[in-house]
């Protein structure tokens, strides 16, 4: 266990919330079901939140930690100008239909800080069996949480160079969608200097977590509230912990396997490292695609399945704060061989193996110029799910959809950040399946490359127009799909902002 530095905290606004959607996945990955067993507890507060831990009351109880330390059919249209802003002079860069703009910054070094909060739901709001699951089956099959197995968190940390900076934020749910993710980017603009643009907002897609969604049962109003402010504070904690660092990064491999039956997934592992100036270390974020679904349909308890026990096997061997992100998520599932007991056993299991691979990229990790470059685009997808549409329509689904005459479209947006010239990194809104997410890390020129996967919006699966409907998997992607062209629309208006930027190579 390490000691956790808290920060004196900082004072909250009201914000009205609503609800995201996420969708949710098949059963074909492997994950048999299982009854929670106790005994296996991988209680993630155990080895990161110091007195943080699942409460007994009715009350919410979070506690946080801050260590100082295009296609045919869709409407493709860019509505974001974040002003360029590269050695004093504002420009924007136009390409195609998308309006980008860069904004970077140097110094002597980088800021960083770090924090954990715990968003568990206490036994008391359990005990009201209305708190529900994601992300399997149809509504309400699965049944209520009976319990809590291990802790769920937000995870956040933030990075700063030159004045230039953003904060990003993993949580341990099946996904959120665009109203809670604008919520918190709005709250924490209000308790920040933070802009909208710089706040990234993630989930590990674990499968056996609270459904903010809506698509499985949802969660009572009063916890997804909370769970929306708990992230936007702990965002918040992370960006005041800022303090002088250095940052590391190396990148490898680890184990998955594509369930679409490709021979070939994004298997890239990729670590940040801070630590401070005087070699101590601040967090490490790491990013890896695999689905979290050990955890079968038949469990009732909450976990954060692989990505918990990865975490806390990791912050024991590096002494401090972990965040794991998945990346390029959509068919990518865990790789494991062996016999276990349980689908507790299993997800330990694998959740050390790939916390014994990042310790080893993190132990000969290189350091990062001190410069931070952001980009920052917005794109409207038609819905071309009829399911979808239907459920829109029901307000099932608590999700922002807009009406263009007859049909119905969606906003959503990416992030790229570039740190030195080692990193190129973007937020995908959704679950990217491997050749979407391939293709533009091949269009980056760093030779570190990551894809925050579920971050910035949830909106399912994104599939190449020319694997649409092609019967891998038996289509199942598809169906919890905007529709045939949102891979595409996704791709390019990424690969834009990636484009944009590689004249600094």
Avoid at 142 to 152: L, T, W, Y
Avoid at 184 to 203: F, N, P, W, Y
Avoid at 309 to 316: G, I, P, S
């Amino acid at each position: 266990m390490f000691p956790y530095r808290h920060l004196g905290f900082i004072s909250t606004v009201s914000c009205s919330v609503a609800l995201g959607l996420c969708v949710g996945c098949s059963g074909d990955d492997g994950a048999s079901s299982a009854s929670a067993t106790e005994g296996t507890s991988s209680s993630t507060s155990d080895a990161t939140t110091a007195g943080s831990s699942a409460a007994t009351t009715d009350d919410a109880t979070g506690t946080s930690t801050s260590t100082s330390g295009a296609s045919d059919s869709a409407t493709t249209g860019t509505t974001s100008t974040t002003g360029a802003t590269t050695g004093g002079e504002t420009t924007a860069a136009t390409t195609g239909d998308a309006t980008t703009g860069t904004t970077t910054g140097g110094s002597d070094g980088f800021l960083v800080g770090v924090d954990v909060f715990d968003i568990s739901p206490t036994m008391g709001q359990i005990d009201k069996q209305d708190i529900y699951m994601g992300a399997y089956g149809a509504p309400y099959t699965r049944g209520p949480a009976k319990g809590v197995h291990d802790s769920i968190f937000v995870r956040s940390m933030a990075i700063e160079a030159g004045g230039v900076g953003f904060v990003v934020a993993i949580v341990d749910l099946p996904g959120m969608g665009n109203q809670n993710t604008r919520t918190i980017r709005e709250m924490v603009a209000q308790m920040s200097d933070l802009e909208e643009a710089q706040v990234l907002v993630g989930t590990t897609h674990t499968h056996s977590s609270p459904d903010l969604m809506g698509l499985w049962g949802g969660v009572p109003d009063s916890y997804r509230d909370q769970i929306n402010e708990q992230t936007a504070l702990s965002m918040v904690a992370a960006w005041e912990a800022r303090e002088d660092a250095e940052l590391y990064v190396a990148s490898g491999t680890a184990p998955n396997r594509n369930r679409r039956g490709w021979e070939f997934t994004d298997d890239a592992m990729i670590v940040l490292d801070a630590r401070d100036l005087e070699g101590e270390r601040i967090g490490t974020l790491v990013n890896f695609a695999a689905h979290p679904i050990f955890l079968g349909e038949d469990n009732k308890e909450i976990s954060c399945d692989y990505p918990g026990y990865m975490v806390k096997a990791l912050e024991a061997e590096l002494g401090a704060p972990v965040a794991l992100f998945n990346g390029t998520l959509g068919d990518a599932s865990p790789k494991l061989e062996g016999d276990f007991a349980t689908d507790f056993d299993k997800a330990a299991a694998y959740g050390e193996l790939l916390s014994g691979i990042a310790a080893g990229l993190v132990a000969e990790a290189e350091a990062i110029e001190p410069l931070v470059v952001l980009d920052y685009a917005e794109w409207t997808q038609s819905v071309d799910n009829f399911l979808f549409q239907i459920a829109a329509q029901l307000g099932i689904l608590q999700y922002d959809f807009d009406m263009n005459g007859l049909e119905q479209e969606v906003q959503t947006q990416s992030a790229y950040f570039r740190l030195g010239t080692s990193v190129q990194g973007v937020a995908f809104p959704g679950e990217s399946l491997t050749r979407n997410g391939l293709a533009i890390k091949e269009g980056m020129k760093a030779p570190h490359k990551m894809i925050l996967g579920n971050t910035g919006d949830a909106l399912g699966y994104f599939i190449p127009s020319d694997e649409w409907k092609t019967g891998k998997n038996d289509d199942y992607e598809e169906s919890v799909s905007l529709g045939k062209t949102a891979g595409d629309n996704a791709r390019d208006a990424i690969l834009e902002m990636v484009s944009v930027d590689n004249d600094a190579f």
